[in-house]
């Protein structure tokens, strides 16, 4: 925001943030299907501004190279159009990664400080563990090279976390009630093709109530699971993890799903190309479908019709009532 001054009064003008600019280039520009510049462009390079007590010391480096950073990239963007387009679920995922965190990341997103935000979310929310960092002269190498969904989608705390009791009907099982946690939705292709849509089959698998042999060793009763449940509510957006379907699973993707009594929105996709090893992602504005790909000159594209989702890594819902 750009503050003027004049003899007689005081106004602001307010630059358009990122969304806005994207927003206003879906509907100012048909011919044109591409962004007019990059948008979270692989990779990044973090320059370290050394303060006056660093003056007289030699500092282990003095920049940050990001590689790999598609591992994180394609959420990050989809995320954000989430929480610009949904105004409510600003403040609802604040409880979970923090009011600070989620205000930050707004305004490096709206901003477009691309490297500072890849640092945010690897600083604030991913462990040491999950990424590999080495020094080279003065600069930090941080390679993300991995999976997204151990980069991304495990770091959203308890967002998305179920639970499931089950009780054993053997009075003498060594462990009659257990708690089965879950802080992730990673659903399985079912194993025969069901009579309605498969997606939406593997998610009432996932959280219905079933009854299967109690597997506890010397047990030979019946375990009653109960109908999973979201431990702090329905979530504002649910991630589904994908990576065990194949294509022939996917002939068809739901704009709709069912979940815990809640009616859920297809809002994006990201996709994994397996022979780059390579993530890009896929969203909505306005209704209308675009491709981001953080690889390419034109990382943001238009899309004239639905992406064909043949090598889906995951699915991202929203939930409908905020929509």
């Not at 999950?130 to 308890?158: C, K, M, P």
């Not at 069901?194 to 939406?200: A, E, L, N, Y």
């Not at 993530?279 to 209704?287: L, N």
Request: charged share 20%; hydrophobic share 35%; proline share 5%.
């Amino acid at each position: 925001m750009r503050v003027s001054y004049t003899e007689h009064n005081t106004h602001f003008e307010r630059s358009k943030t990122l969304f806005e600019e994207i927003r206003a280039s879906i509907h100012n520009n048909e011919e044109d299907r591409s962004f007019w510049r990059p948008v979270l462009p692989w990779g990044g390079v973090f320059t370290i501004k050394a303060g006056r007590k660093a003056v007289s010391c030699t500092p282990l480096y003095v920049k940050i190279n990001l590689k790999n950073t598609c591992t994180i990239d394609g959420f990050l963007m989809i995320l954000y159009v989430i929480l610009r387009e949904n105004q409510g679920f600003s403040r609802e995922l604040a409880f979970f990664l923090g009011k600070q965190f989620v205000e930050y990341f707004l305004y490096l997103m709206d901003s477009c400080d691309y490297t500072t935000v890849k640092m945010l979310w690897i600083w604030d929310r991913m462990s040491k563990r999950q990424y590999r960092s080495v020094i080279h002269q003065a600069a930090l190498e941080i390679d993300l090279f991995g999976n997204e969904h151990q980069n991304f989608t495990e770091n959203l705390e308890n967002l998305m976390f179920t639970m499931q009791e089950s009780l054993c009907t053997n009075w003498s099982c060594p462990a009659r009630f257990q708690e089965f946690i879950k802080t992730t939705i990673n659903i399985s292709p079912p194993h025969e093709l069901p009579h309605r849509d498969p997606i939406q089959s593997a998610v009432d698998e996932f959280f219905c109530p079933k009854l299967r042999l109690c597997s506890e060793i010397g047990c030979d009763g019946l375990r009653e699971f109960s109908q999973r449940v979201f431990c702090h509510g329905p979530p504002p957006f649910v991630i589904l993890n994908m990576q065990q379907w194949n294509s022939e699973d996917l002939s068809y993707v739901p704009y709709y799903l069912a979940l815990c009594q809640h009616r859920y929105f297809l809002e994006g996709a990201t996709l994994f190309n397996k022979e780059e090893h390579h993530y890009s992602a896929a969203f909505q504005i306005d209704s209308c479908w675009m491709h981001y790909d953080g690889l390419r000159n034109d990382n943001l594209i238009l899309l004239h019709k639905p992406p064909e989702f043949l090598l889906l890594s995951s699915l991202v819902y929203i939930r409908a009532s905020d929509k």
